[in-house]
């Protein structure tokens, strides 16, 4: 297994433009996370995923952002017309949904956006 | 609501010294605790966590963390840093290790030779 995986690494867009990421967890983790981290900050919560289902949404997930996980495998993450705002890491993690010691979300590397 | 704050944005160790970074947290119940490392332009390396059992907790690359409720607190711990430790590292806190977590802003470690 090599991990969380997110492609593409670096992203520049556009203005108003829409981009799409992708984030392959772990194959045995049922739970995928999506975060953003801003310059200097912490990483912030945006949705998670246990399957296909989408259990959880930040109030920092605008109208704009859609995340999906079709086959409870990889999931996307869709911002439409993306502001300067948006630029950002996005972090993917996985992780099980419960049971035993082996609690704890595995990272991805992120997906570094950045909107001109 | 939860909260954790690093009160430490920026600190300087020199290679061989120690070194103690500073995690605060607010939870109303029994927090999972967490400690990662961000290379530049990386994801975050899980470093050592805690739910229960014995507060000072062992992680990889040589770190400890000792929790204490007392406190709120749950600092990083090394005994003697090496140059390649140089990082931002971030504590977090959660109701559980399969949920969301609140992460601190950050604490940016230099090594000086």
């Given at each position: 297994d090599t991990g969380v995986s997110q492609d593409p690494r670096h992203k520049i867009t556009k203005r108003g433009q829409n981009v799409t990421f992708r984030c392959d967890p772990i194959?045995?983790?049922?739970r995928l996370y999506w975060y953003r981290q801003t310059l200097g900050q912490g990483p912030e919560f945006l949705t998670y995923f246990q399957n296909e289902a989408q259990l959880e949404k930040s109030r920092?997930?605008?109208?704009r952002f859609s995340a999906e996980r079709p086959k409870g495998s990889f999931s996307t993450l869709e911002i439409q017309?993306?502001?300067?705002?948006?630029s950002a890491m996005y972090l993917c993690a996985s992780s099980l949904a419960q049971g035993g010691a082996n609690y704890g979300y595995t990272f991805g590397s992120g997906t570094r956006l950045t909107v001109v | 609501a939860q909260s954790v704050t690093q009160p430490d944005i920026h600190i300087t160790v020199s290679e061989g010294a120690s070194l103690e970074l500073r995690c605060n947290y607010s939870y109303g119940a029994t927090p999972y605790l967490f400690w990662y490392v961000q290379s530049p332009g990386q994801g975050l390396q899980l470093l050592l966590k805690y739910f229960s059992g014995d507060t000072l907790v062992q992680g990889i690359k040589g770190f400890e963390a000792e929790f204490k409720r007392s406190q709120s607190s749950f600092n990083l711990r090394k005994p003697s840093v090496h140059w390649s430790d140089a990082a931002e590292y971030f504590c977090a806190v959660g109701p559980s290790g399969y949920s969301t977590l609140t992460f601190g802003k950050g604490t940016m470690l230099l090594v000086s030779p």
């Open positions: 194959s045995e983790h049922n920092l997930l605008s109208d017309r993306t502001e300067q705002g948006d | -």
